[in-house]
């Protein structure tokens, strides 16, 4: 659920062309981060990873074709939900996460988010990445309910999760707020408190 971490380390070997691709989108990352995405070219990327301009318009075309690529190698990374015992501990871990990945890096993600609305490209793949996250991440869901946390009835998995984890994105990204190292235990906990009075609860029949 966090946005694109650095992806060299995780990322699986594979010779030169592998070492190519991390180079450029180690470079897309510094230059988002520097000089957000209205300031990222090609020529830029270029220079800063080392990699023939030839090199990088063939493969990556445009400015899109770098950023989606970017995007789509964080969801190459072998991220895991947090599994803590329970759905509050759950929902807290997972918003320290995003929590941590925000202050870090606050200028990249921003600029980021950004770039998602000036590139389709971008867009298709940032919505592709969240989609697969709030996938995984429905197994908290499923885990709490087999720990009988939740109402017997279904509940809405992406809605539980978009309403603990949204908190956190609306102080640190619309408001520039500093963060609160509360805010990840206050916002699971106010979601699960919903959850649990059927807040997301849906019927079987509207859930199939």
């Not at 995780?10 to 990352?29: E, F, I, N, S, Y």
């Amino acid at each position: 659920m966090t946005d694109p971490p650095d992806t060299t380390t995780g990322r699986r070997p594979g010779g030169r062309t592998a070492r190519v691709r991390a180079q450029v989108l180690d470079a897309v990352r510094a230059e988002l981060a520097e000089g957000g995405h209205e300031g990222l070219t090609m020529e830029g990327v270029a220079t800063r990873s080392g990699v023939h301009r030839a090199t990088v318009y063939r493969r990556w075309r445009d400015v899109g074709g770098l950023l989606a690529d970017l995007i789509d190698a964080a969801g190459e990374i072998d991220w895991q939900p947090p599994d803590t015992g329970s759905l509050r501990g759950d929902l807290t871990a997972l918003n320290r996460e995003i929590q941590e990945s925000l202050v870090v890096r606050p200028s990249f993600a921003i600029a980021l988010m950004a770039a998602s609305f000036h590139s389709e490209q971008a867009a298709r793949a940032q919505t592709r990445l969240w989609a697969d996250r709030y996938a995984q991440c429905e197994i908290l869901v499923e885990r709490a309910s087999a720990r009988g946390e939740l109402p017997a009835h279904h509940t809405d998995a992406r809605r539980l999760l978009i309403a603990a984890t949204a908190p956190l994105y609306h102080q640190l990204v619309l408001l520039r707020a500093e963060p609160n190292p509360r805010l990840p235990e206050q916002a699971a906990a106010t979601a699960v408190l919903a959850a649990t009075a059927g807040a997301f609860s849906v019927r079987r029949e509207e859930s199939g």
